[in-house]
C-alpha cells in the first residue's frame, strides 16, 4: 500500500497570506490528524477527521481549519499566516476500528512565512 | 503543556552499545507509544504498550510501562548509526473517545557514532 502522502512538501509564504496544505490517507484509512512542529512547542495537536466529521481539535486558534472529503482525503487550511505559524505540518491517517490503532504520519509539509 | 516528557534530551552513543531514553507523562492513559524521526521528516511508529502492559519487545526495542511512576522507557540494544534520530513517546488522555488525540514530548535526539 502506498503510503501517507502530503501536497505539497515545501511551501513558502508572507504574513497576512493563506495557506491550504492537503494529504492523503492509506487507502482504507478514514481517520486523518493534523500536527504542528516547531523547533520551540514541539509536536502539537490540531485536529482530527473522521467520516468528514472533526473528532478531535487541539487548542489552536480559529484561523487553523481543516476538512475531509467522502474519499478520505483532507485538507488544513490556515488564514491570515502569521510568523509562528512556520512549522512542518504533519498528517497521520489510521484505520479508526475498534480498538486504538496506531497512527502513520507522512512525510510532512515545510511552511516558512516571511 | 507537554504530556510527555523525555529523558535525557540527547543522548550520544557508540554502535553496539544500548540506549536508554525515558518518558514521563502527567495524567492517566490507555496506551503510550514511541516515534521516531529523522532530520525533520515524518514520525516512524515504532511500538505501543498498553496501560495493562508492562513490557514490550520488537526487534532490538524494549519498552516498558509503570504506571504508577507515569514513567516508561525505551532501550535499544546493539544500537547502529541508522538509529540516530530523534525519539518522542506519544500518550492519549486516558478517555475512550480521544484516544486519536496524540500528545507528544519534546523527544530525546539519539546520535550512534560509527
Known amino acids: 500500500k502506498a503510503g501517507v502522502t502530503q501536497t505539497p512538501r515545501y511551501l513558502i509564504k508572507t504574513r497576512g497570506q493563506q495557506v491550504t496544505l492537503s494529504c492523503s490517507p492509506i487507502?482504507?484509512?478514514?481517520?486523518v490528524s493534523w500536527y504542528q512542529q516547531t523547533p520551540g512547542q514541539g509536536l502539537q495537536f490540531l485536529f482530527e477527521y473522521f467520516s468528514e466529521t472533526q473528532r478531535n481539535k487541539g487548542n489552536f486558534p480559529g484561523r487553523f481549519s481543516g476538512r475531509q472529503f467522502s474519499n478520505s482525503r483532507s485538507e488544513m487550511n490556515v488564514s491570515t499566516l502569521e510568523l509562528g505559524d512556520s512549522a512542518l505540518y504533519l498528517c497521520?491517517?489510521?484505520?479508526?476500528?475498534?480498538?486504538?490503532?496506531?497512527?502513520?504520519f507522512g512525510p510532512g509539509t515545510r511552511l516558512t512565512v516571511l | 503543556s507537554q504530556q510527555g516528557e523525555e529523558d535525557p534530551q540527547a543522548l550520544s552513543i557508540q554502535e553496539g552499545e544500548n540506549a536508554t531514553m525515558n518518558c514521563s507523562y502527567k495524567?492517566?492513559?490507555?496506551?503510550l507509544q514511541w516515534y521516531r524521526q529523522n532530520s525533520g521528516r515524518g514520525l516512524v511508529h515504532l511500538i505501543l504498550i498498553r496501560s495493562n502492559e508492562r513490557e514490550k519487545h520488537s526487534g532490538r526495542l524494549r519498552v516498558t510501562l509503570d504506571t504508577s511512576k507515569k514513567s516508561s522507557s525505551l532501550l535499544i540494544t546493539a544500537s547502529r548509526a541508522a538509529d540516530t534520530a530523534s525519539y518522542f513517546c506519544?500518550?492519549?488522555?486516558?478517555?475512550?473517545?480521544?484516544?486519536?488525540?496524540?500528545?507528544f514530548g519534546k523527544g530525546t535526539l539519539l546520535t550512534v557514532n560509527p
Open positions: 506519544a500518550t492519549d488522555d486516558g478517555s475512550g473517545g480521544s484516544n486519536y488525540k496524540l500528545t
Open positions: 495524567t492517566s492513559i490507555n496506551n
Open positions: 497521520a491517517s489510521s484505520p479508526r476500528t475498534g480498538a486504538y490503532n496506531e497512527q502513520f
Open positions: 487507502s482504507g484509512h478514514r481517520s
